[in-house]
T-cell receptor
Framework: AQKITQTQPGMFVQEKEAVTLDCTYD???????LFWYKQPSSGEMIFLIY??????QNATEGRYSLNFQKARKSANLVISASQLGDSAMYFC??????????????FGKGTKLTVNP | DADVTQTPRNRITKTGKRIMLECSQT?????MYWYRQDPGLGLRLIYY???????NKGEISDGYSVSRQAQAKFSLSLESAIPNQTALYFC??????????????FGPGTRLTVL
């Protein structure tokens, strides 16, 4: 079974508008972390935001925020005031496993975001 | 200078050849990882290492081997390359506490083509 599901292969948004990229996850581990990465067409992986399973508040980093709904096992990325430079692939990832043991990062298949002028 | 470097950045090789991809980091992290990325499949973990003496198989380790020569260096080898190993390969590092634990720092990637 997939651990990370990103149901939107592609998304379009108008410049300056907000957009939400969906991510649901599956784990029975009470301690886990959720990540979002951006991959522009140049190929590098850029870390955006992190949310720990025990964090009480939703994570925010500038124009990025993570809408963490633990009971629903969702960790959606919200980008406010979209810019043309936000056009890229976006990957959701989860770290699970015992700290210092078998932990590793599992990635979703990604969502391609296109920002239109 | 980049914190995580990968060499080569691009490589074309033939079926059956042995090839090594190298990764170096200056972040002082103990943890290092190798991933491959295929179109439509996201990133998949090949091998990971939590220190020089600790190496673990990931999701798709068959056909690959690794060597952790030092804290800063982690190499990935394809003993006998095959065309379906054509992919973009990423090395990554992370710390084991604090902010560095909550992020994996990626290298720029190596684009490998096996003919």
């Amino acid at each position: 079974a997939q651990k990370i599901t990103q149901t939107q292969p592609g998304m379009f948004v108008q410049e300056k508008e907000a957009v939400t990229l969906d991510c649901t996850y599956d784990t029975s581990d009470p301690s886990y972390g959720l990540f979002w990465y951006k991959q522009p067409s140049s190929g590098e992986m850029i870390f955006l935001i992190y949310q720990g399973s025990y964090d009480q508040q939703n994570a925010t980093e500038g124009r990025y925020s993570l809408n963490f709904q633990k009971a629903r096992k969702s960790a959606n990325l919200v980008i406010s005031a979209s810019q043309l430079g936000d056009s890229a692939m976006y990957f959701c990832a989860m770290r699970e496993g015992v700290r210092g043991g078998s932990e590793k990062l599992v990635f979703g298949k990604g969502t391609k975001l296109t920002v239109n002028p | 200078d980049a914190d995580v470097t990968q060499t080569p950045r691009n490589r074309i090789t033939k079926t059956g050849k042995r090839i090594m991809l190298e990764c170096s980091q200056t972040k002082g992290h103990d943890r290092m990882y190798w991933y491959r990325q295929d179109p439509g499949l996201g990133l998949r973990l090949i091998y990971y290492s939590f220190d020089v003496k600790d190496i673990n198989k990931g999701e798709i380790s068959d056909g690959y081997s690794v060597s952790r020569q030092a804290q800063a260096k982690f190499s990935l080898s394809l003993e006998s390359a095959i065309p379906n190993q054509t992919a973009l390969y990423f090395c990554a590092t992370s710390g084991d506490q604090g902010q560095a634990y909550n992020e994996q720092f990626f290298g720029p990637g190596t684009r490998l083509t096996v003919l």
